[in-house]
């Protein structure tokens, strides 16, 4: 069985543009969980969604937004680059809202 | 809100000893604490979790403690092995296992020496 999928796994962008990051999760699982790991720190939550209804939000600007699709899926959106931005963006999902958390390998984002 | 501390952030052992990383929490509601371990270039895997409700809990050569108390958690690796060199990340939530939103710790580099 497919694990998490992520994409793209790397990009680049420039100050001011914005970013979709995309997420398939297991099949089966009906929440999506978003994490931003910056280099040499833990992840840190941003967002989660549970039958596509938002569950849970970190403390992280309006910039960054969230949906899920009908199928699970998920996609995360950062609009107006910094460069602190840059960072490993993971994704993970679960069978429900509680349940071990199963992790993507990441987007890794680059902003210059 | 939630602060997680972890130390050490690296760790080298030779193969075949032992391996301890602690972690605190500031939050007292918290009730969940989960490790994961993060090989280069991957997300991170769970390898193992406890409740509040539990003081310990082993699965195979890997244990994990937790004082509620103090506040602390530590995860204990007996017999390490090189594939054991990771990046290991504590965790705690308040939700009593809604997992989405976890506080995780900065992490521990642990080199295995064969």
């Known amino acids: 069985d497919a694990g998490v999928t992520q994409s793209p796994t790397h990009l680049i962008k420039t100050r001011g543009q914005h970013v979709t990051l995309r997420c398939s999760p297991i099949?089966?699982?009906?929440?999506v969980s978003w994490y931003q790991q910056v280099l040499g720190q833990g992840p840190q939550f941003i967002f989660q969604?549970?039958?596509?209804?938002?569950?849970g939000r970190g403390n992280f600007p309006d910039r960054f937004s969230a949906r899920q699709f009908p199928n699970y899926s998920s996609e995360l959106n950062v609009n107006a680059l910094l460069l602190g931005d840059s960072a490993l963006y993971l994704c993970?999902?679960?069978?429900?809202?509680?349940?071990?958390?199963?992790f993507g390998e990441g987007s890794r984002l680059t902003v210059l | 809100g939630e602060n997680v501390e972890q130390h050490p952030s690296t760790l080298s052992v030779q193969e075949g000893d032992s391996a301890v990383i602690k972690c605190t929490y500031s939050?007292?509601?918290?009730?969940?604490f989960p490790w994961y371990k993060q090989e280069l270039g991957k997300g991170p895997q769970l390898i193992i979790d406890?409740?509040?409700?539990?003081g310990e809990k082993k699965d195979q050569r890997i244990a994990v403690t937790l004082n509620k108390t103090a506040k602390h958690f530590s995860l204990h690796i007996t017999e390490t092995q090189p594939e054991d060199s990771a990046v290991y990340f504590c965790?705690?939530?308040?939700?009593?296992?809604?997992?989405?939103?976890?506080?995780f710790g900065k992490g521990t580099k642990l080199s295995v020496k064969p």
């Open positions: 406890i409740r509040s409700n539990v």
């Open positions: 099949s089966g699982h009906k929440s």
């Open positions: 965790a705690a939530s308040r939700d009593g296992g809604s997992q989405g939103n976890l506080i």
């Open positions: 993970a999902s679960s069978l429900g809202v509680t349940g071990e958390l199963f």
């Open positions: 939050d007292s509601a918290s009730n969940y």
């Open positions: 969604y549970y039958e596509k209804e938002e569950r």
